[in-house]
């Protein structure tokens, strides 16, 4: 996986800006580590900074190539997993290729099917293409959003980059917020609205969109979305049609020359994963890498909960003998955890999901001393009805984010100067209107299956973006791509139309998911009730953050007293039960914790409000 970054340009000559984009490309390092390259010229700049994982020798970018009088230069960051289908459709037609790198044949894909090229592609990718003679730049992202692409239109130019520290280095593009940054970070945070950077005049290309920037300006369109679809096959036939979507998207993400290792938490979508993955190794004779996370002291402290009935070590045990796999654990204890929260900041650009977040940075660190990829078990959890909003009826019926219906319990912190220039309950039901209402139920009948639409839409767009943002940063700040098999988009396009009734075989959080991959593990665990991404139940956790917070909070120069009432943050220091931040693991410690974060994410950038 990749860093890009880049300018396009009509009004100045970019090579005068050679050291902002060695800038930017050094600030992209951790993302590609191995290699980079640049491409300069007066009109258009691309960066590169590559992390090599296929085809090592013949990958290297930006890569060119010539066809009837157009040079194309591409920027690429991804992978893609139907990369031999989409060369041998390129080779009937006579184009010859001299390595094996999906980047060659992205480039020359859109060199000789267009913009079409993009629907084509089945990975997780961002990418830009110059065009020299035509003088148009061309850029993408991945349907379900899982590499990112940010940019900002400076003067009447393009600027681009991977990941917004990038963007910050250029000289145009300054570390600002406004009262819309602050709604984000305060009323929607660690989510974001889609294609919004949270900065001023930073956004993000939104997933499966594309477009260009020319002299014409800037064009920015969908090329895919879902669409609901009359579901004909019964359920054996829907459970027959998942196993072999699922288990076909695994292998083929298994695809590397370099070493590949698996995310095993013992709950259902990473062990699917890791079994499948187990039985390619084992064909090849080859011992299969899984990694699990835990915290010192966790089994001593934990407590089961209607959201996490149960703790992962049992299960991961139990998968490990029988897959027979070489197993690695990864113990954090609270120092590092808390030390982490500052690195979880500088990785994702902003405040996120706090120990969430910092304690996969940590696991990622650690399995990049194994392994260049791994494969983790994201998005299964929204399309097959995993999370438990979608089960509960009451939860489900009510309208807004079911993720984080705590809207005025976080306007309350927000200074008065500020609350007066928000409507914070319009701020966040306008948006999730907009996505409600732009989900398609054309050929939906039941009410439940229009409502489980909705929910799909609003978990894809929303609460799975926060989710593989977190992946994202966390895994590439130490320099290993993580895949994510079940975000493959056939996939969600064939979920998408699977009455709930299927989905919820036998009144289990992901039933048909389980039913269709029977046998491929122990019914304990195929079986088992969901449990949430595993976090630190120990006490020292809360006192650590809390002494940190207290700190912040008798500091008088604090940047985050400059926006949130210091009576509440010492409130929430004090509470038994607040109201959780986001999700079912954002509770106390991790909301003490997320203020942290926004005190170093100011003081870090040194952002101005305006």
């Known amino acids: 996986m990749c860093g890009i970054a880049g300018q396009v340009s009509f009004s100045e000559n970019l090579l005068s800006l050679k050291a902002d984009f060695l800038n930017m490309s050094q600030k992209l390092k951790n993302r590609g580590p191995d290699q980079h390259g640049e491409f300069f010229s007066n009109e258009a700049v691309l960066v590169h900074r ?17 066809l009837e009088n157009e040079k194309y230069i591409i920027a690429y960051n991804g992978e893609l997993y139907n990369t031999d289908e989409i060369r041998a459709e390129l080779s009937a037609r006579g184009v010859q290729f001299f390595g094996h790198s999906d980047t060659e044949v992205v480039l020359k894909a859109f060199a000789h099917f267009g913009e079409y090229a993009v629907n084509k592609f089945n990975g997780i990718f961002a990418f830009a293409i110059w065009q020299k003679n035509k003088k148009e730049l061309f850029f993408a992202r991945d349907r379900m959003g899982v590499k990112p692409l940010f940019f900002s239109e400076q003067n009447g130019s393009f600027i681009f980059a991977s990941e917004i520290k990038a963007l910050l280095e250029h000289r145009d593009v300054d570390a600002v917020m406004d009262i819309n940054s602050l709604s984000e970070i305060m009323l929607i945070g660690p989510g974001r609205t889609p294609g919004y950077g949270v900065f001023k005049g930073i956004a993000e290309i939104r997933p499966a969109h594309c477009g260009t920037f020319s002299q014409n300006g800037l064009k920015i369109r969908p090329y895919w979305q879902l669409i609901s679809r009359e579901h004909t096959d019964n359920f054996e036939q829907t459970a027959e049609k998942v196993r072999f979507l699922v288990t076909d998207s695994i292998k083929r993400q298994l695809v590397s020359d370099v070493p590949v290792c698996t995310f095993l938490s013992g709950g259902l979508d990473s062990s699917l994963i890791t079994s499948v993955a187990n039985s390619v190794f084992k ?12 915290y010192v002291d966790n089994a001593k402290y934990f407590k089961k909960s209607k959201f996490q009935p149960n703790s992962d070590p049992h299960f991961i045990g139990v998968m490990s003998e029988y897959l027979d796999c070489e197993h690695h654990w990864v113990v954090i204890d609270t120092p590092e955890l808390v030390d982490a929260l500052y690195s979880a900041v500088d990785a994702r650009d902003l405040p996120g999901m706090a120990d969430v977040d910092s304690s996969m940075l940590l696991l990622c660190k650690a399995i990049k001393e194994y392994g260049t990829v791994a494969l983790s078990g994201e998005c299964a959890d929204e399309i097959f009805g995993g999370y438990p909003w979608y089960r509960d009826k009451e939860i489900r019926e009510t309208d807004g984010f079911p993720w984080a219906q705590s809207t005025a319990y976080r306007y309350s912190f927000l200074k008065d100067e500020f609350a007066s220039q928000i409507n914070a309950e319009d701020y966040v039901y306008s948006r999730y209107k907009k996505t409600v209402d732009y989900t398609d139920k054309c050929f939906i009948k039941d009410e439940i299956d229009i409502r489980m639409a909705e929910m799909l839409h609003l978990n894809l767009d929303w609460f799975m973006q926060t989710l593989l943002d977190r992946k994202d940063r966390m895994s590439m700040y130490s320099s290993l791509e993580v895949r994510v098999p079940f975000c493959d988009y056939r996939i969600v396009e064939y979920l998408y139309s699977v009455p709930w009734e299927y989905k919820d075989y036998q009144n289990y959080e992901k039933g048909l998911l389980r039913y269709a991959m029977r046998g491929l593990l122990p019914d304990e665990v195929l079986w088992r009730k969901k449990s949430p991404y595993p976090k630190t139940h120990n006490p020292n956790y809360l006192k650590a953050v809390s002494d940190i917070l207290t700190q912040i909070i008798n500091e008088s120069s604090s940047p985050i007293l400059n926006f949130v009432k ?10 038994d039960n607040p109201q959780p ?12 914790a997320y203020f942290i974060q926004f005190n170093y994410w100011l003081q870090k950038f040194n952002v101005r409000f305006e």
């Open 50 to 66: 590559r992390l090599s994982v296929i085809d090592i020798e013949n990958g290297r970018q930006p890569m060119e190539y010539e």
């Open 566 to 575: 210091k009576e509440k943050l010492q409130e929430l220091l004090k509470a």
């Open 581 to 592: 931040w986001y999700g079912q693991l954002m509770t106390t410690p991790q909301t003490i």
């Open 283 to 294: 064909s090849r004779g080859e011992k299969l890498k899984t990694f699990s996370v835990d």
